[in-house]
């Protein structure tokens, strides 16, 4: 039985769709029966494939959310070739997450609260127990390496800029 979070519905991915055309990426809905193209994971999680993001109507926006995040912090020569495995080591992984933290704000209805539910319900595993306790508390280095890589300012806001 699937766990129950909040999927890519038409109003969240038409502001999802605006906030990622910012950075280049464009999302492309794949209808219900079919497979994700550049789906790492699989059944309905996201995929990338170039600068395409796959979601279906029951693709999770987190996961939407997270991948796009991938093709913002990934540099541009992976970017040139990605197809399916976005990459990167634990760093970059940690600041996927917190960034995906500050863009949900940006989605109207969503919000980071409704991120963070949605990614312990799913199953993401943080030190402290929930996304909430280590975006909180315990992601120095997520934030710091944004900032190294100019994703966010140093107010912690994303810039809007894609990793060189």
Known sequence: MPVAVTPCTTELLAALTDLLAGYRLRVDRVPHADPIPGSY???CEAGLVGNTLFVRDDT???SALHEGCHYICMDAGRRASLHTDAGGDVAEENAVCYLQGLL??????YGRDRLFGDMDRWGYS???????A??????DDARDWLRAHRLIDGAGRPTGHLRE
């Open 60 to 62: 999770p926006l987190h």
């Open 126 to 132: 943080f030190r402290l127990g929930s996304a909430r």
């Open 41 to 43: 994971w699989g059944d």
């Open 134 to 139: 280590w975006f909180d508390s315990d992601a």
């Open 104 to 109: 949900a704000e940006r989605l109207p209805g």
